[in-house]
């Protein structure tokens, strides 16, 4: 069952230095408040789940359809809405806000975004092929992608054959990003590392769906210094 996320705008990039001058990449996330539009129940739809609203929009850009349903709800318009199944509906109200507090206790994160587009790429720089020969034999296709098909029998290209095309601009998931620290006045989320997409692009983020036992930077300094306090004890 499916946690509730947030929706965050990639800032950029910057670095964070610990006390014992270890230095880490950080990507920047400037994190919206999540609006509980809808309560969705088992007797209504089938399944349980919570409908949230994201970021603002100006009423000139609604259909008349979601004027009508954000009037209903008695709610400000949110541009984006999402749908989370949740086990327990009567943990959330309608009209409940939910910021950066709920990844108060979370070590790890998974991020969904888009990739930077790279608009049309050959097969060497998309699906990294090695080329063909650069000795003899080979005349002006050095970087392409050799055959494409068979012979006669089943005489078609097979569909999801690695060829040249559209590199990037798709949605990829990053699982276990470790949150270093968060912001939760100027609405900030600091996570390790770097996270598909270009500035100002949408990262949903979420509790991470696998449990995992790895320790944090923060975890493993305490460990080391603590492990220099005790003392070695004497070789026989």
Sequence with gaps: MSEIALIGKKIGMTREFYKTGQLVPVTVLKMEKARVIE??????????AVQLGYGKIKNSKLSKAMKGYFAKKNTEAKKKLKEFKVLDTSKYKEGNEFGLEIFKDVKFVDTRSKTIGKGFAGAMKRHNFGG?????????????????????????????????????????????????????????????GSIPGSKNSEVLVKKSVKNIDKKTITEKIIASEQAKKTPDKKKK
């Design 39 to 48: 309560i969705i129940d088992q007797e209504k739809r089938g399944y349980n």
């Design 132 to 192: 063909l020969r650069a000795t003899h034999g080979v005349s002006v296709s050095h970087r392409s992608h050799g055959s494409t098909g068979q012979r006669q029998d089943p005489g078609k290209v097979f569909k999801g054959k690695k060829m040249a095309g559209h590199m990037g601009d798709k949605l990829r998931t990053m699982q276990n990003i470790e949150i270093i620290k968060a912001d939760i006045e100027n609405e900030l989320l600091y996570l390790k």
